[in-house]
Structures are given as structure tokens and as C-alpha cells.
């Protein structure tokens, strides 16, 4: 294919204000003119010629050097790869139309070579679609990617290419989170201050129904409540982008990961407390918890369980209190895989939400499939659970819709762990106890078995944890008296020198005291008997 540099004058005619090109008097001189280039591309699939064409090179010699690059690119392909070809000429037409840098030579037969984009022109937006069109994952983990996408990443850094987005882009887009994080809080404050003010207008009398109208409208213009994205909702937006760009990186559509390098704040996960009788005593005058994770004392889930003991529900909190499944598990734990006679269940899926829909899932690690053995206890507590369910089943007739699930609905139908979640939080407001999530309850069960020196591993096992130290980690909370135990176990471990010099001088000077005192018993019986002697 022909190709060529050639000399070029921009001086125009003053009075036509046409260029002159080769009539330009000046045009013999060796620093007047520019250099340009003109390579003929291989034509489209319809035929229509087109070329790659630059100017306003300063020497012949630079100029030369680009036409070279440019028939360098075209050699990468071979002339019974027609695919190929087209790549490469539609590479060669963008940059030349769009006067974009020449790619590098061996760059672009790496990218050719792996089916990739030549000119790396695909958006971060673009990318991140791709990614999640081929993503498999269960259907409530793919909703929180795509909420991380679109409501974060796309409008922070959708628009930027996705082999130039670098740290301080992604830097740049948590501070702005952070900014309206801010602005969110203050929107709110304000609509929840007009809100409160609405409430305290009488409905009765014309003033009053003009003025609720007129506030009405003022709040109807106001931004909606809205929720800040918090410390653990950034650290998912990063997880979030780091996975898709590791997954163009094994594609080999870039090299490098700026989600993996950027900083942002951790997560501190709050410290699981027990209620304590001086923590509840504090909670009962200000209402506050000490921490967003709280454990309540064997007395209290004693005391809560008796409370709900005529609730349908019962077996499922005495379940989750007592061997620590999680929600979704319990709502979807069928009777199949329910053995009261060898006193375990397995459990193998679970009831999850997807926004408001519910939907049946495979637990989300290997670790989840496991055998949980039963207590006596908890055996008849299922047994009375089944006849109460036979009831139901008896009074519902054909109505009744057989899922084979242990915890339903009246009629048989799934349970939502979001109202189950509901239910536990009105039922604990009204036993007057201190509050607790339900996913405390299965929190406190761990703590009890450990409390009850039951061996980490099986613990571990029983709650479906890959590794015992998460087990160790999240869900040991120290009751009061297993503490004290342990503290005073500890101390008795090291030998103190000058505590037993002390405890040696105490015994001692009771020994003396003791010594003291018989002495001292027996001259007054002495005494006694000479006394005794001279009246006889």
C-alpha cells in the first residue's frame, strides 16, 4: 500500500486567503515548511478507501519515523487474517482522525494476540457493565455489585478510560462520598426539622390548614431522606472495583490495579458486649447502647425465651439461641433435613432477601453445609413445634401450602426474614428487656457455648465458620463470671515473692494470736483453781 512524507506550506494568499502551497516564495527555505505523512490504509468492508494521514513535523527525519511506525503496525497482521486486518486499519483511522498518539508497536501485538481492544478507548462505565453481564453469582450478591456501580463508581469515574484511571482518581471519588456524606446530614436534619414543626400545626382552622399546605410544599421540594454511605459501604465499593479490575487485568485488557493501592478508612467492627446489670441500668436512664452488637446474660435469653414461650415462633428463637443458626437458615430449613430421632439437622439452604423479594439459596460457603446436633431440650421444643404445625396443616386444608419447611407462615407459605427480623425486634421492646439484634441472639449462643468450655472447633463448626479464629474473633463475648474465673485463674499462675512473704508474716502472727490466746485461757483457769483451793 503507497504511503509517502512530503513537504507542506500553510501560508495563505492575502487577498484570496487560499494556501499557497508550492507557489509560496519562501518555500525552497530549509526551516519554513512542516513535514506530513500520508499511509493508505486497507479499505472497507465496503469498499470506500481510507488512509492515515499527519502533519506538522518539524524535520523530514521525524516524519519518516512515524510513517515507519505506522507501516510497522500494519505488519502485524498477517494477509490471510482479514480480522485482523480490520482491527489494526480501524486502530490506524481512529488515531489519525482523532490525532491520538501512535500505539506502541509490541503493546498492540499483545493486545491483538489476546482479543483485546487496541487503543484502549473502553471506559471504566463500559468495563464495569462487561464485568457484572458476566458475572455468576447468586442473584442477592449481583444486586449489591450493581448498586455499588451504579450508584458509586459509574458517576465518580464511569467516564474515564479504563487504562488511565489511576489512584488519585479513585482518592478523589471517596472524598467526594465523603463530602456528601455531609451535605446528606444536613438535608436530612433539616427535612426532619420541618417534618417535627408540621406535626405541632393543629389541622383545625383556615390559618392553620394554609400554613400545613404551605409546609407541606416547602417539604415536598426538600431532598428526600437519604442514607450516608458509611465506613464498611466504601470499603464494599472498593472490594468492589478491585474485583473487576483483577478480573481486566487476568484478561489482559491492563496491568495495573488502583482500587488495590487507594486508602480509605477502616472498618472498625464494633466489640460484642455483654448487658451487664450497670450497662442496662445506664441503658434504662438514656435509652443508648454501649455498642451496636450486644449480648444478653444467660438470665436475660432465659428470660426472653419464657416471655415468648406462646408465640408461634418459639421453636425458632429457642433454635437460634440455643445452637446459633443464622436467619435465613432457620426460615429455610426444611423438614427433610430435620432427624429429631438422632438429634441433628443439616442444614443446606437457606431463605435470603433480594430487596423486599425472598428468594431459596445454597448457603454462601462450603462451611455452611454442616450437621447441627440437638439437645433433649431442643428436640421437644421441635416435636411440639411439628404437632402445632399438623394443626394448622389439619385446619387449612387444601389451602394449605406445603413448602416442608420446620418455620412457615400460618398457611404453610415462607416465612420473610425481613418480618421474622421485625417480630424478634417487637417482641424484645415488649419483654422489657435490653435490646439486642436477632443476629445477637445466634451471637449469644456462641458466647454460651464457649462459656461453657465447649472446644473452638466445635463451635466453629456448629455456627458454620471456615476457621476457627473468625469464631474467635466476632463472636466471643466474656460473660462477667467467666471473666472472673479466668482472672482469677490467671493469677494464681505466678508466684509473687512479696505477696508470699505477706501471706507467710499473716499466718504467722495468727499463729501468735491463736498462741496468745490459749495462754491466756489457761492462767485464767489457773487462777480459777487456786481460788477455788483457799475457800475449801
Given amino acids: 500500500m503507497k504511503g509517502s512524507t512530503y513537504r507542506r506550506c500553510s501560508c495563505r494568499d492575502p487577498k484570496t486567503g487560499k494556501e499557497l502551497g508550492t507557489s509560496c516564495p519562501k518555500r525552497n527555505s530549509r526551516n519554513h515548511c512542516t513535514y506530513s505523512i500520508r499511509q493508505e490504509l486497507p479499505p472497507r468492508e ?112 464511569g467516564h474515564r478510560r479504563l487504562d488511565r484511571l489511576r489512584v488519585s482518581h479513585l482518592s478523589d471519588m471517596f472524598t467526594a462520598i465523603t463530602d456528601a456524606n455531609a451535605e446528606i446530614l444536613e438535608q436530612n436534619a433539616q427535612r426532619r426539622s420541618a417534618v417535627e414543626e408540621l406535626a405541632t400545626v393543629p389541622w383545625k382552622g383556615v390559618a392553620n390548614r394554609a400554613r400545613r399546605k404551605a409546609m407541606k410544599t ?4 426538600m431532598p428526600p431522606f437519604r442514607r450516608v454511605t458509611g465506613p464498611a459501604t466504601r470499603q464494599h465499593i472498593k472490594a468492589t472495583l478491585r474485583a473487576a479490575l483483577n478480573d481486566a487485568i487476568g484478561q489482559q485488557i491492563i496491568t495495573f490495579n488502583p482500587a488495590a493501592h487507594v486508602e480509605i478508612d477502616p472498618v472498625r467492627k464494633p466489640k460484642a458486649l455483654v448487658w451487664t446489670d450497670e450497662r442496662v441500668s445506664k441503658w434504662e436512664q438514656t435509652g443508648e447502647k454501649p455498642s451496636p452488637v450486644m449480648v444478653w446474660t444467660p438470665e436475660q435469653t432465659g428470660a426472653f425465651l419464657d416471655f415468648v414461650a406462646e408465640d408461634r415462633l418459639y421453636a425458632m428463637w429457642h433454635l437460634i439461641a440455643f445452637r446459633g443458626l443464622r436467619r435465613g437458615e432457620a426460615c429455610g430449613q426444611p423438614w427433610s433435613e430435620t432427624n429429631l430421632d438422632r438429634h441433628s439437622l443439616t ?147 505466678v508466684p509473687l515473692q512479696r505477696k508470699a512473704e505477706q501471706e507467710e508474716q499473716v499466718r504467722k502472727a495468727a499463729k501468735e494470736a491463736k498462741k496468745a490466746e490459749k495462754a491466756k485461757a489457761k492462767g485464767k483457769k489457773k487462777g480459777k483453781a487456786k481460788k477455788t483451793a483457799r475457800k475449801g
Fill in 46 to 157: 465496503d469498499g470506500s478507501r481510507r488512509s492515515f494521514a499527519r502533519g506538522g513535523y518539524g524535520s523530514l527525519k521525524a516524519a519518516q519515523a512515524d510513517l515507519d511506525h505506522v507501516r510497522a503496525l500494519l505488519g502485524l497482521t498477517e494477509s490471510d487474517d482479514p480480522e485482523g486486518i480490520e482491527l489494526i486499519a480501524a486502530m490506524l483511522a481512529e488515531v489519525s482522525g482523532e490525532k491520538l498518539p501512535l500505539p506502541d508497536v509490541e503493546e498492540t501485538r499483545r493486545r491483538l494476540r489476546a482479543g483485546q481492544d487496541l487503543i484502549g478507548s473502553l471506559t471504566v462505565a463500559e468495563w464495569l457493565d462487561r464485568w457484572l453481564a458476566g458475572k455468576r453469582i447468586r442473584k442477592s450478591g449481583i444486586s449489591r455489585y450493581e448498586t455499588d456501580v451504579r450508584v458509586h463508581l459509574k458517576p465518580h469515574i
Fill in 347 to 493: 442444614v443446606t439452604g437457606q431463605l435470603v432477601q433480594d430487596g423486599w423479594e425472598v428468594e431459596a439459596s445454597e448457603p454462601k460457603t462450603d462451611s455452611g453445609f454442616r450437621v447441627v446436633a440437638l439437645d433433649d431440650d431442643t428436640v421437644d421444643v421441635l416435636k411440639r413445634h411439628r404437632e402445632q404445625q399438623d394443626a394448622d396443616r389439619a385446619e387449612w386444608a387444601s389451602a394449605w401450602v406445603n413448602t416442608g419447611l420446620v418455620f412457615t407462615q400460618e398457611d404453610g407459605s415462607w416465612l420473610h426474614p425481613g418480618k421474622v427480623t421485625d417480630l424478634f425486634e417487637r417482641l424484645v421492646a415488649a419483654s422489657g428487656l435490653p435490646p439486642i439484634r436477632l443476629h445477637d441472639l445466634r451471637h449469644g449462643a456462641a458466647t454460651l457455648m464457649l462459656a461453657a468450655d465447649i472446644d473452638i472447633k466445635i463451635v466453629s463448626d456448629t455456627l458454620g465458620h471456615s476457621d476457627t479464629r473468625i469464631t474467635r474473633d466476632i463472636y466471643q463475648s466474656v460473660l462477667p463470671h467467666v471473666g472472673k474465673s479466668a482472672a482469677e485463674a490467671t493469677a494464681k499462675l
Fill in 218 to 221: 416547602a417539604i415536598d421540594v
